[in-house]
């Protein structure tokens, strides 16, 4: 390159020209261009993009002087052409295939308004070929783009046409189909136009959404009428999806249709009635928004309109409305690759799916109602929502201003190669040309990206909002926002929301934000967010009233609102805890400062074992009254249950943890009630003649506490050296007696039920024994399910020395040398029959109880122990209290094969976990699986499925615990 050549290549590389040598000889094979064409050139959104192209049309046009002079002989063609071809590689190759077609942008032919629908059908419909068809498409296609981009028609006239050329398109095509069917006069066909083609809102490069319908046309047999109909459908999608030397137009989408893929893809009228009467879900109701006549027979898409159209307004009387449109919406971004997530245009969160679900949803809800609400257009549907006090006027704007944006960056990054994408890319040079389309001429790149990101946030921000901001508003005695809700739409709309109560909604809604107060105007920014959150949880309603009873409760205090005001995380979670969980919300509710914890990770670990029996003990130690002792104790249990019953509630614990939380909270709560106890018998009977432990057995000693669980002990006691033993055990009965009376007092914690059954003899015998009698009867009376049942026993609470000796005495009973003799395991096993066939309470299910039920807890524990007692005298491992530590010892030692255990496992650790949710839902236990629908929603809920998936929740135990009950018959009954 002469010296003369590279100074130009530089001077155009200076002017916006990525590749300076490359423009130079795109120049040059154009002739003479004049410095004012090199300037408009290097103006444009690509400028090495739209002069290359040009030099291509003039390469195929014959030469390079004709199109030279036509655009310098026509300013509005050039300033098209130039924008065009610097936006879009992908018309550029259209016009170099077809350069007669550049002169449909001079000033006396491109119409400066949008083409009506029947002169564009009437243009259409002039191919007779597949090739012919694509043709015109794109030559409909560069004219509405260049309109666009010339800034001639707005984003919604821009949109509205290219939905307008889809539907005309699919009429061309299905004129073509029909030409080359011969069954075609055995039917009347109908395109409903679905999606943003129904909606007047397509993207440049989009899926086309559409549904068949057919009718035979009289004394036409039904069978032949629709595989005619099918035929031509099939031919319609095929001459527009085909690749041909003039390219591709788009995918037909027929999925929309009833039963989606699975389902025939023709029906005629009376089917699609009669699927929606009876069969069609929310969301299906939800796309009937969109649609719209396309093609075909008119008169059999307007009997589809009118049969159907009144459908939509009754969806949102639907059971769990709400939680069906939101359930679509989590499905769809949990199908976002992570990869794309942060860069999703339409479906991330704050992208445009959130705009049109919260537009889509104010119109079921409202629409039934208010028929100027029912327009399949988002951003007309938005503005009758503002207009009908629906939404704010600031909020609704602010939401409409984000929308088109979103659209057109849309617009701008597919218009480039005519491609289907909605993801932002990464590559500067493409986020410079976008930037550049749309007017951001300094550093184009960065400030395309920072006002999308902006505009996210607002979406992230006003989606929630534009449900619950109006609801304020209409319980305000001076709304702020224009026009308000009345009190019938605001109830109709907590209604569709969720809430079962929504005047009483409306009522707490009130008391929370009036008044001047600071606290008002915390809840008055809030609350929208609040409610937002309250609503996609099990119990809205007990959210709300829980939430005004704490913030009553809590009044001004600072931390308080603090928290509120300031951690966004903490009100989040305290709203789902609130509207999750009865069982926390009932312990929030009676020291409301548990709300401190939330928002911060560290405050919702449960304390080390060691820590809290320290915090217990110090908290008895400061007061002498042994009455004060004990509600010290069981604030700190109250406590420690609120942190453990919320990490668990916000999926921060597995079974397992939460298992071991609740034991030791339980066994340093004994602990400080065996200190009260202790401290009371003294005060009255002067010091104790005997030293005293207590046994912690079953699910206690195994550390797998649940929420629901009882404290199963047995109380053991020494007569110190020269004591009357009568007198060292009248009082060992009296501290057993009065600390079990303590923890069963009401209180701020729940009633802790101290259970003794399991002492020898059970309820026949002394509650209290001496160490000497424990040994005495365990040598000469004790009974196989005896030793069975201290594989559990943990001597860990009371006098260190006593339990180290209990637990030496009682280890060669649980774990004998030489294991379970060929007796015990048969009585072991004739027990548990026994206990199959007579304890399952009368009408309860065996396939749904979770403790005695085919393959829940009972089977699994037993099966265990049972390996135990045969086997833990020669594998160390299984020397453990607890079910699953005993059970990995039994799998490393070839006890049990892998799988079995871990199928064992699974329905141990799934039917736990519902136990625990069951009463974390509903504050008391079920013996079964929950049958109420609501129920099972809000067991699915806190066990992460979501509450729309109860019934695959079940399906799953039920899986679960047949395959476990299919080891236990392999392994206990082997």
């Known amino acids: ?453 902006a505009h996210r946030r607002i979406v992230r921000r006003l989606h929630e909002k534009l449900f619950y901001q109006p609801l304020l508003e209409a319980v305000a005695s001076l709304p702020t926002d224009g026009l308000r809700l009345t009190p019938l739409a605001a109830e109709q709309r907590l209604t569709a929301l969720g809430f079962a109560d929504p005047q009483g909604a409306l009522k707490h809604i009130q008391a929370l934000t009036s008044g001047v107060s600071r606290r008002a105007a915390i809840q008055k920014s809030l609350l929208p967010a609040m409610l937002a959150w309250f609503a996609a949880s099990p119990d809205p309603d007990g959210g709300l009233l829980a939430f005004r009873k704490i913030s009553e409760g809590l009044g001004e205090t600072h931390w308080y609102l603090r928290k509120l005001r300031d951690e966004g995380e903490g009100a989040e979670q305290l709203a789902h805890v609130l509207s999750s969980s009865r069982y926390v919300t009932d312990l929030i509710l009676r020291a409301p400062d548990s709300v401190a914890l939330l928002g911060d990770d560290a405050e919702l670990r449960p304390l080390e074992r060691e820590r809290l029996r320290t915090e217990v003990d110090l908290a008895a130690a400061r007061h002498r009254n042994p009455a004060d002792a004990i509600r010290a104790v069981r604030r700190v249990r109250r406590r420690e249950l609120s942190r453990v019953g919320i990490a668990d509630v916000l999926g921060r614990l597995d079974i397992v943890e939460v298992g071991d939380a609740l034991t030791d909270i339980s066994t340093a709560t004994l602990a400080g009630a065996l200190t009260a106890s202790t401290a009371a018998v003294e005060a009255e009977r002067g010091e104790m003649p005997t030293r005293m432990s207590i046994i912690l057995m079953g699910r206690l000693g195994g550390s797998e506490v649940g929420y629901g669980s009882d404290a199963d002990v047995m109380f053991v006691h020494e007569p110190l050296e020269g004591a009357d033993e009568s007198e060292a055990a009248s009082a060992a009965m009296a501290v057993a007696q009065g600390l079990r009376k303590m923890l069963a007092a009401p209180g701020d914690d729940p009633a802790l039920e101290v259970d003794a059954e399991l002492r020898p003899e059970g309820r026949n015998g002394p509650l209290v024994r001496s160490f000497a009698s424990y040994r005495a009867y365990y040598e000469k009376w004790s009974a196989v399910w005896e030793a069975q049942a201290l594989l559990r026993a943990c001597a860990s609470v009371g006098d260190p020395d006593l339990n180290q000796r209990f637990t030496a005495m009682i280890d060669p009973l649980r774990w004998p040398e030489g294991g379970a003799t060929a007796d015990e395991v048969r009585e072991i096993r004739r027990i548990k029959a026994r206990v199959d066939s007579e304890r399952l309470p009368r009408g309860a299910n065996n396939k749904t109880h979770l403790k005695l039920g085919r393959g829940g807890l009972a089977d699994v524990e037993w099966t265990v122990q049972l390996l135990q007692m045969q086997h833990a005298h020669a594998v160390p491992g299984m020397r453990t209290t607890r079910t699953l530590d005993a059970l990995h010892a039994a799998a490393e030692a070839g006890l049990v094969s892998r799988s079995d255990a871990e199928m064992l496992e699974s329905a141990w650790r799934l039917v736990s976990r519902i136990r625990n949710a069951v009463v974390l839902l509903r504050a008391k236990p079920a013996e079964s699986m929950v049958e109420q629908a609501g129920e099972r929603a809000g067991v699915a809920h806190l066990l992460g499925y979501g509450m729309e998936h109860g019934e695959e929740m079940v399906d799953e135990y039920l899986r679960t615990t047949r395959q476990a009950r299919q080891v236990v018959e392999r392994v206990f009954y082997a």
Request: net charge negative.
């Open 1 to 453: 390159m002469t010296t003369d050549a590279r100074d130009l290549a530089v001077a155009l590389a200076r002017k916006g020209f990525r590749d300076g040598e490359a423009a130079l000889a795109a120049l040059r094979s154009l002739g003479d261009v004049p410095d004012e064409l090199v300037e408009q050139i290097a103006s444009v959104a690509s400028p090495d993009t739209a002069l290359m192209s040009l030099a291509t049309i003039a390469e195929r046009a014959g030469g390079a002087d004709e199109i030279l002079e036509l655009i310098q002989s026509d300013d509005d063609l050039r300033q098209r052409l130039l924008v065009v071809l610097g936006t879009s590689e992908a018309l550029g190759d259209f016009l170099a295939r077809h350069p007669e077609h550049v002169r449909d942008l001079a000033a006396d032919t491109l119409s400066r308004v949008p083409i009506d629908l029947d002169r564009r059908r009437r243009e259409m419909e002039e191919a007779t070929t597949a090739d012919e068809l694509r043709i015109g498409y794109y030559r409909k296609l560069l004219h509405i783009a260049a309109r666009d981009l010339t800034a001639l028609t707005t984003f919604e006239q821009s949109s509205a046409e290219l939905s307008d050329l889809a539907v005309a398109t699919l009429g061309a095509a299905l004129k073509i189909a029909r030409e080359h069917e011969d069954g075609a006069d055995l039917c009347r066909l109908t395109i409903m136009a679905m999606g943003k083609t129904g909606g007047h809102e397509l993207n440049y490069l989009s899926d086309v959404d559409v549904i068949f319908v057919y009718e035979p046309v009289d004394g036409a047999d039904d069978h032949a009428a629709a595989m005619a109909a099918t035929r031509l459908a099939s031919a319609v999608m095929k001459l527009c999806r085909d690749h041909t030397g003039e390219g591709t137009i788009w995918e037909v989408d027929a999925d929309l249709r009833p039963e989606g893929k699975n389902g025939p893809l023709v029906r005629s009228l009376g089917s699609h009635i009669a699927y929606y009467e009876k069969w069609a879900s929310t969301w299906e109701f939800q796309a009937l928004l969109k649609a719209r006549f396309a093609a075909g027979d008119e008169a059999l898409g307007q009997a589809y309109l009118d049969a159907l159209s009144p459908m939509i307004w009754f969806a949102s009387t639907r059971p769990n409305f709400v939680g069906d449109v939101r359930a679509m919406r989590r499905r769809v971004i949990d199908h976002i690759p992570a990869a794309q997530r942060d860069r999703q245009l339409k479906l991330g969160a704050g992208g445009l799916r959130d705009v049109e679900f919260a537009v889509q949803l104010l119109q079921l809800v409202h629409g039934r109602a208010d028929h100027t609400l029912r327009s399949p257009t988002t951003l007309t549907a938005l503005q009758a929502l503002i207009d009908g006090g629906y939404v704010g006027r600031r909020d609704g704007a602010a939401m409409e201003e984000a929308y088109e944006f979103l659209r057109t960056l849309e617009h701008r990054i597919q218009l480039y190669r005519l491609r289907r994408s909605h993801i932002v890319p990464e590559d500067p040079e493409d986020l410079r040309r976008i930037g550049r389309s749309m007017g951001f001429r300094q550093n184009p790149a960065d400030s395309v990206v920072k006002e999308w990101q």
